[in-house]
């Protein structure tokens, strides 16, 4: 069965410093790849996709930025984090072609 | 753009009671839609979805939602929601055939025993 990871569970980071979330898909190849954000009060905001090794899509302008290194491997990252940065960071993924996703357990990042 | 709107913030209700929650989305063409839940603790995780045929959906844990095409509306219900259904609720949509799913705002459920 599949399974998606996300490390660290929780991070405190001060303002300007840098940023690396790291999820990982296991029992499944080729997927498509999600990364959002879930601010306090708010839903979810689709902030990069992907459908393949080194294709990132941003729907949202911001100081963050996706990799994907590796098919089951997507990475995201800040060079200086902003108060603005803090929430709830949810990896997902689907199959090719499905349009059913699948979270991870998220990661709660606190800048302060 | 499309965007799906999700009116019902925080719910409170005492156990046995029935549930509704409202979903709105602006998308006018061919949609996919979604309820997804996060009980406290756990993976957001799917309750139920439609894409097509009959438009009363029906999920897991008694759950059922309605899709009205002229309302764009895909409303959640329950007919007695119990203690373990505290949590939050996702409503979302996706264009036919695409991936891009936008969320709305999260409710807020919590059941009182």
């Known amino acids: 069965s599949q399974t998606i990871h996300q490390w660290p569970a929780t991070l405190v980071q001060p303002v300007g410093s840098p940023l690396s979330l790291e999820c990982t898909v296991e029992?499944?190849?080729?997927?498509?790849l999600y990364w959002y954000r879930q601010a306090a009060g708010r839903g979810l905001q689709l902030l990069f996709y992907s459908v393949g090794i080194g294709q990132i899509s941003s729907e949202v302008p911001q100081n963050l930025s996706a990799s994907r290194p590796q098919d089951r491997q997507f990475i995201l990252s800040s060079k200086k984090l902003l108060l603005s940065d803090s929430g709830f960071y949810l990896c997902?993924?689907?199959?090719?072609?499905?349009?059913?996703?699948?979270f991870g357990p998220g990661t709660r990042l606190t800048v302060l | 753009a499309q965007s799906v709107s999700q009116h019902n913030h925080h719910v409170i209700l005492s156990e046995a009671a029935s549930l509704e929650l409202g979903c709105n989305y602006s998308?006018?063409?061919?949609?996919?839609l979604f309820w997804y839940v996060q009980y406290p603790g756990q993976h957001l995780q799917l309750l139920l979805k439609?894409?097509?045929?009959?438009?009363l959906v029906k999920g897991i844990k008694g759950f059922e939602a309605e899709f009205i095409k002229s309302k764009f509306s895909f409303n959640l219900r329950k007919p007695s929601v119990q203690w373990s259904d505290t949590a939050e609720y996702f409503c979302?949509?996706?264009?036919?055939?695409?991936?891009?799913?936008?969320f709305g705002g999260g409710t807020r459920l919590m059941v009182k025993p």
């Open positions: 029992g499944t190849s080729n997927p498509n």
């Open positions: 979302a949509v996706n264009r036919h055939a695409g991936n891009m799913l936008t």
């Open positions: 997902a993924w689907s199959a090719q072609g499905a349009d059913e996703q699948f």
């Open positions: 998308y006018g063409g061919t949609v996919n």
């Open positions: 439609y894409f097509s045929g009959d438009p």
